[in-house]
């Protein structure tokens, strides 16, 4: 029994283990960037830095760390460096325990001229369903943490959950997926009409669809020409335009052509779905490809194997026998009996209890280009006092520090939104106590080996 | 008897340096005179003569064509676009891009008119504004495609007067372009130009010189706030022609040269003599650094070229450190072969490492705890590239013998010791201050970055060797081994993760290319510590 003991004693306290666990973690953190370089921050997160082999590994550096120090009980004089140093690593790695554990780590995006209040933390997601009676108010019926990528669903395993006796299941989960939005062919009397259609002449080429899903006439414009789309009923243009409306017969439509220079109408006739109709304006050629007498959008999602910047994850939801796909921070309509459950699937958002005006912000270009320079966000909390954040200069409020990340901008280069990162921190004194004993700890180290080595000579 | 080695040393040392600088001060031609012209360009102030190489550098792919300056190029370019438009110097290098364009494959310059012709450019610049819209990541070959339509736009831009912004608003700090410049600064501007024409046909620059002095004091007229003063255009200007880094590595091969003399025969005249032109070699390094930094007013750190130039710097100033401690010149030999070596690649490879001066990012501006967060990882990777070439030098003499060169081995196994702990400390240090920094500016002490990541990946690497030799299982023999081979981590955080991962926080630093080159250097590196091995081995068992 006591050769066990001294063996796993041996073992605990032995070079040998502390040297594999620092290449075990060095290959664990390896993977790591792998997989981030493959797919992103967030699965290298949730797969390898957080994983249980990471636990694992820092458990045991903590133990040997420990059971190392024990041994060389009673400390002399020129154990100092290595303890310190080796105290100064487990405080480091209790202190990003306490960080994980109880920090906060998210991101505001405020609308300039507009209040905030809500965090959005990107690592964690919730799952909450509401039902309705009346489609006016709504009662939350179900609310849960999910982790998707952590144990991603499936057919055989799915995820389950139960509203008013109604089964909701996930059942296919795509941690990257492509939001598209097709059109399809509907049923219903009141659903619009669409069109897919092309223009083209030697210069330019379009190719889009219009979807009538208002009482007023669907229009595309190009600039120089619009094409409309109606029911039935349109005010007459001004400008150039070609006015689509569904024919009795599929494979044909209603046109007519105004001209601006001409004077208006031009042109008047039945057309067929793939024939060529020649406007009159440059050269342009008008094809229609699709018609749908009603029609409806619908979002599909496209599974992908790499994460793109556009892409977002979605679940498979099935319900009542069909599937349905929910985005992140998107929501879904099933519809029961007699009410509606709305389910949404989002990154948890935490209200910090306050809340801020972003009254001005302001990007800093450099001299004669388009790039950034600086920028700043000017907010103002409830005492109505103003405050500037700017890169490198965060404003701490109610245990909170907001920091500028970065900022939206529209097609014209003009800001619209400011994105704030938002932390709270109780780990961070820790962390630094734990840097601050290890760098020490290595420099007396090192000290102490260069004095040793001198006396040796 | 020293004291003369040492005046002797100086003046040695005065006539390298002085060598050097002749070269700029002599022959004041056209390019002399047209390149001091201030010119606006990608947010910040160059002189025309920057502004040309850079341009020529992209379309030619070198920064002089056929024995003529690149202002004088870039001048014609405005002048004779026509002619221009049929000479075949737009570079393109991808085989595959030249077939997707019908573009015969055996030339590797193409005429603006070829390319513009292409039936199946437009289609391939359509497929390129898809992806790019769609934000995916452009594999090489759509980069080279993004590439090729960079280079037909600043050619033809440059030709429409689009590019270039010579003279500036009267408020504000945006410059007009050639195109808008208000007409009695575009006549001024045509007196350059007919004066250009007029000193290469007579050989007489007197009117350029004129012209171009007319112009500039008109322009710094219309806005002397945002007009750049002459000595920060002259300093580049100097940086352009005197090139301080060729001549530094020059000296630097020299003082290597006759180090390994030294090592040798033992002969004390080759080590004196290497030792000031290594000197002079850092000093002229250094000169280089202050004209980068006083054009920039910032530390030279932010991308990959500044990296090899800083790192090989930090590797001769902790040479003559250490040299101070161990007098046996194989730290001065080492440092000298880094520097050669980075500083070599530094000017052969510009469409890798990218010696133009950048405007720095947002969130690395102005901030104290960014750049000696990065001046202290830099440095770490100095100390461990003297380990690593004091590895291969230790590998070297077992190869040659163990047993008389047991000494010899076991100075350089202390030496490289000693580097490992300066790297170690200064790793840590600076991945610390890097958390310092992060925290300071997003709120994230760590994040799992890639880059810090790596940075931390290669520091458990130096403090499991480190350990190894602690516990006595890493005799200096295999720590010898463990130091050529544990630098292909820090390789990894340096150059890898910015090149070859290609993710992360860290994307200001990016470029591409050069993969090939730098997996053959890391792969030679381990072969031949595996050789090494083997070959210990078998000689102990013949033993």
Redesign the interface.
């Known amino acids: 029994m006591g050769a066990i003991f001294r063996k796993i004693y041996s073992f605990l306290i032995s070079l040998k283990l502390a040297v594999v666990v620092i290449l075990s973690l060095a290959t664990i953190s390896a993977i790591g960037t792998i997989v981030e370089s493959k797919y992103d921050a967030l699965t290298a997160q949730k797969l390898v830095y957080t994983s249980i082999y990471m636990y694992v590994a820092m458990g045991l550096l903590i133990v040997n760390l420990v059971f190392v120090m024990v041994d060389r009980l009673p400390w002399k004089r020129r154990h100092i460096g290595f303890v310190l140093a080796h105290i100064g690593i487990i405080v480091l790695i209790l202190g990003s325990y306490v960080t994980q554990q109880s920090g906060l780590d998210g991101t505001m995006i405020f609308t300039i001229g507009e209040k905030e209040r809500w965090v959005s933390l990107p690592s964690n997601t919730d799952l909450i369903a509401y039902t309705t009676l009346d489609g006016d108010s709504f009662k939350e019926a179900f609310k849960s943490e999910v982790d998707f990528i952590k144990n991603p669903p499936s057919v055989q395993k799915p995820y389950v959950f139960n509203i008013d006796a109604e089964e909701i299941k996930i059942t296919d989960f795509y941690p990257y997926a492509l939001r598209e939005q097709d059109v399809v062919e509907s049923e219903l009397e009141r659903d619009g009409p669409a069109l897919k259609f092309q223009l083209k002449n030697e210069r330019a080429n379009v190719l889009e669809w219009i979807v009538n899903d208002s009482a007023k006439p669907a229009e595309f414009d190009m600039g120089p020409a619009k094409v409309i789309l109606t029911k039935g009923d349109f005010a007459v243009p001004t400008g150039n335009a070609l006015v689509i409306i569904p024919h009795k017969d599929k494979e044909k439509f209603n046109y007519i052509v105004y001209t601006a220079s001409k004077g208006g109408l031009t042109k008047k006739g039945v057309g067929k779905i793939g024939e060529a109709i020649a406007t009159g304006w440059m050269g342009l050629e008008f094809r229609a490809f699709k018609l749908y007498q009603h029609s409806v959008r619908k979002t599909n999602y496209k599974k992908l194997e790499r994460p793109t910047p556009l892409s977002v994850s979605a679940a498979k939801v099935l319900f009542r026998g069909q599937e349905q796909m929910l985005g992140l921070n998107s929501m879904l309509k099933l519809f029961n009996d007699e009410s509606a459950i709305i389910l949404t699937y989002g990154n948890r958002r935490i209200d910090i209890g306050f809340e801020m005006l972003l009254s001005h912000f302001a990007v800093g270009r450099y001299p004669g280009s388009a790039m950034a320079q600086s920028y700043e966000s000017k907010v103002v909390l409830e005492d109505g006092a103003e405050h500037t954040i700017s890169m490198n200069e965060p404003l701490k409020h109610h245990g909170y520090t907001f920091y500028q990340a970065s900022f939206q901008e529209n097609e014209k280069g003009e800001p619209t939104a400011s994105v704030l990162s938002v932390n709270r921190d109780p780990g961070r004194w820790i962390k630094y106590l734990g840097t601050s004993l290890i760098l020490l700890g290595a420099i007396l180290m090192f000290y102490f080996k260069k004095k040793l080595a001198g006396s040796s000579k | 008897m020293k004291w003369i080695a040492k005046s002797k040393s100086v003046l040695l040392l005065v006539v390298i340096v002085s060598l050097g600088l002749g070269s700029v001060v002599s022959a004041k031609g056209i390019d002399d005179i047209l390149g001091k012209i201030p010119v ?6 160059k002189p025309f003569d920057t502004f040309a190489r850079e341009s020529l550098q992209l379309v030619y792919g070198r920064r002089d064509y056929k024995e003529k300056s690149a202002t004088e190029i870039v001048m014609t370019w405005l002048l004779l676009p026509d002619h221009w438009d049929g000479l075949e110097f737009v570079r393109i290098d991808r085989k595959d891009l030249k077939e997707a364009m019908g573009l015969p494959v055996e030339r590797s310059h193409f005429s603006p008119k070829e390319i513009l012709s292409s039936e199946r450019g437009p289609l391939l610049m359509q497929d390129l504004d898809g992806k790019r819209k ?4 452009l594999n090489p070959y759509w980069q080279a495609v993004q590439t090729l339509e960079s280079q037909i736009s600043l050619y033809k831009s440059i030709v429409a007067g689009m590019a270039m ?1 010579l003279y500036p608003k009267a408020e504000g ?3 007009y372009t050639l195109r808008d410049t208000p007409p009695e600064a575009r006549a001024k501007f045509d007196d350059i130009t007919k004066a250009f024409v007029q000193a290469i046909d007579k050989n007489e620059t007197s009117a350029l010189e004129q012209s171009v002095s007319e112009f500039i004091a008109m322009a710094r007229a219309a806005n002397p706030a ?1 007009y750049p003063s002459e000595s920060v255009i002259g300093k580049e200007l100097t940086l352009n022609h005197f090139h301080p880094f060729m001549w530094a590595w020059i000296c630097y091969l020299v003082a290597t040269l006759l180090f390994f003399t030294f090592i040798l025969s033992q002969k004390d005249f080759a080590s004196n003599v290497g030792l000031v032109a290594m000197i002079a070699g850092f000093l002229l390094h250094t000169y280089g650094f202050y004209l980068r930094i006083t054009i920039t007013g910032r530390p030279p750190v932010s991308n990959m070229y500044e990296s090899v130039v800083w790192v090989s710097w930090g590797a001769v100033m902790f040479s003559f450190i250490l040299e101070r401690i161990q007098k046996k010149k194989y730290f001065l030999f080492a440092s000298g072969l880094i520097a050669v070596v980075c500083l070599i690649m530094a000017d052969i490879a510009p469409t890798v490492l990218d010696p133009s001066l950048q ?1 720095l ?3 690395l ?3 104290m705890w960014l750049m000696i967060h990065v001046m202290t990882i830099t440095l770490s990777y100095s100390a461990f590239f003297l380990a690593f070439v004091l590895g291969d030098i230790g590998l070297f003499y077992y190869l040659k013998g163990e047993e008389p060169n047991k000494k010899t081995i076991h100075t350089l196994a202390q030496a490289i010791y000693r580097a490992m ?1 300066v790297g ?2 200064l790793l ?2 600076g991945t ?1 201050l890097g ?2 920094w992060a ?8 994040g ?3 880059k810090e ?2 940075a ?2 290669a520091l ?2 130096y ?2 060797v480190l ?2 030799r ?2 006595g ?1 890493l005799q200096n023999f295999g720590f010898t081994v463990t130091a050529v081979i544990s630098f292909s ?1 820090v390789i990894m955080a340096w150059y890898g ?1 910015n090149f ?5 926080l860290h994307s200001y630093g990016f470029g591409a290319g050069g993969v090939e080159y730098v997996a053959a250097f890391v792969g030679v590196h381990i072969a031949f510590a595996i050789a090494v091995i083997t070959v210990r081995n078998s000689r102990k068992k013949h033993a």
Do not use: C
């Open positions: 606006q360009d990608g947010g910040r102030y769609a934000q995916e990541k912004k700090t945006d410059w945002t405007p990012q947002p969130v501006r102005s901030n702990q170690v400390v840590f240090a610390v958390g310092v925290d300071y500016s997003w709120g994230r002490f760590w799992w970055d890639p990541t790596w931390f990946i458990m690497g403090l499991a350990h190894g602690l516990s299982w981590l993760v070859v991962l290609g993710a992360g």
